[in-house]
């Protein structure tokens, strides 16, 4: 692995479903994010976490959920997943929270039927 | 509230043409500002500028930030049909609300 992976790379799931996107780094940075992108609305942030065991709200945070168990994962869940939720997802992260350059994963194309 | 401003929205330019990107904000406790390319997929960071009047360069795209008109530019000169891309501004800030803050991005088409 060199960066950061994302999986899956796209997905079509029925609303009320639960979906998990899921993100690896192996560039042992401590801070990690996720961002969803919308037309015409830029990139958003959803969570983040700023080393492993800690977590914190974005911009956007309702209806997704996410945890840090280690340094190099940072699974995203949407636990009930709506229409309003069809997007891009980004998954990046950092040497240190909001400190250093951010770098992106390939991303996730989700659409919520 | 944070607000980024990227003009113009789209643009559409020959081959060798030179190309100035623009990028406006209002942020509290401004901290840097990054631009990043994206094609398909996933941005790729291309600058970090923190301050003011100190060019970035890089081959043939350039950067500079000016923190008292709260605005940067992105140059790119001599353009390749490889140029093509939407480019995004962001700003960072810092203080006990940290945020990276994104504008909805330059469409630019270099054409032969």
């Known amino acids: 692995i060199a960066g950061i992976t994302q999986a899956p790379t796209s997905q079509i799931l029925a609303a009320g479903r639960r979906m998990t996107l899921r993100c690896t780094q192996d560039?042992?940075?401590?801070?990690m994010y996720w961002y969803r992108q919308d037309l015409g609305l830029g990139l958003r942030l959803i969570h983040y976490s700023n080393t492993a065991g800690t977590t914190g709200k974005g911009e956007v945070p309702d209806g997704y959920s996410v945890s840090r168990a280690n340094t190099d994962d940072f699974p995203l869940t949407l636990a009930s997943a709506v229409p309003s939720q069809t997007s891009v997802y980004f998954c990046?992260?950092?040497?240190?929270?909001?400190?250093?350059?951010?770098?992106f994963g390939p991303g996730t194309r989700l659409t919520v039927l | 509230e944070d607000k980024v401003v990227q003009s113009p929205l789209s643009l559409v330019v020959h081959e060798g043409d030179t190309v100035t990107l623009n990028c406006s904000y209002e942020v509290t406790n401004f901290r840097s500002l990054l631009w990043y390319k994206q094609e398909k997929k996933a941005p790729t960071f291309l600058f970090m500028l923190?301050?003011?009047?100190i060019e970035k360069k890089s081959g043939r795209l350039s950067s500079i930030l000016d923190k008292k008109e709260l605005f940067s530019i992105l140059n790119i000169t001599a353009t390749q049909t490889g140029d093509s891309a939407v480019y995004l501004c962001a700003v960072l800030n810092t203080g006990t609300a940290s945020k990276l803050t994104f504008g909805t991005g330059t469409r630019l088409q270099v054409t032969l």
């Open positions: 923190t301050s003011s009047g």
């Open positions: 560039m042992r940075h401590n801070a």
């Open positions: 990046a992260s950092s040497m240190a929270v909001w400190r250093d350059t951010q770098y």
